[in-house]
């Protein structure tokens, strides 16, 4: 599906995101959660480590994703305009970090511009094979070599304060031990 838009540098471009949307043309219909609650975001710099990852935690088997199949991934992020490069994929890891499927890769230039401190509103979607999600996965997405620039690729969270049943904020480089936040949550959306 293409859609039109404004990339880096303000031209008007035809690029083909892999947005997908419900109904008709065989498109894959989408749930988003904590969406509703974005109020922050997570950000990559050019100073982050070599595959980190940073996602949705599913925390105990009464999440609304656990024992799904999922086959598509959607986060909010955007690329400051003075970014470039950088190797990037959505997938799912397992309760200790290892990956258990991945997106093809994208860079910052294919990311939607957005401006720190801003919080993101535009998402890109990608898909994957059908992973069935077990509770202690992690949703999101890894940094696997680093852009450059002097900006930031934000990712749009949501920060409670206080714990958010069923989710938790996953960050941990992959293959390594998750570190989950109860308080915080990256806002994903998945096929449903």
Request: hydrophobic share 35%.
């Amino acid at each position: 599906m293409k859609i039109h838009g404004t990339t880096k540098g303000g031209a008007i471009s035809k690029k083909n995101f892999g947005v997908a949307f419900g109904g008709g043309n065989g498109g894959v219909p989408m749930v988003c959660y904590n969406a509703d609650e974005l109020n922050t975001y997570y950000e990559f710099t050019k100073l982050t480590g070599t595959n980190f990852v940073l996602g949705a935690y599913i925390d105990g088997t009464s999440n609304p994703v656990y024992d799904k199949d999922v086959t598509a991934i959607s986060i909010y992020i955007y690329a400051e305009a003075d970014t470039s490069g950088g190797v990037f994929a959505l997938g799912v890891w397992d309760s200790s970090g290892n990956l258990k499927n991945e997106s093809e890769t994208f860079s910052v230039d294919d990311m939607p511009v957005g401006t720190a401190p801003a919080n993101p509103t535009e998402k890109i979607t990608k898909t994957i094979t059908s992973t069935t999600i077990e509770d202690g996965d992690t949703i999101g997405i890894i940094n696997k070599t680093a852009f450059t620039g002097d900006g930031e690729v934000a990712n749009g969270g949501y920060d409670k304060g206080s714990a958010i049943a069923n989710w938790k904020r996953g960050v941990f480089t992959q293959g390594g031990s998750v570190t989950a936040n109860p308080d915080r949550v990256l806002v994903i959306c998945v096929n449903e």
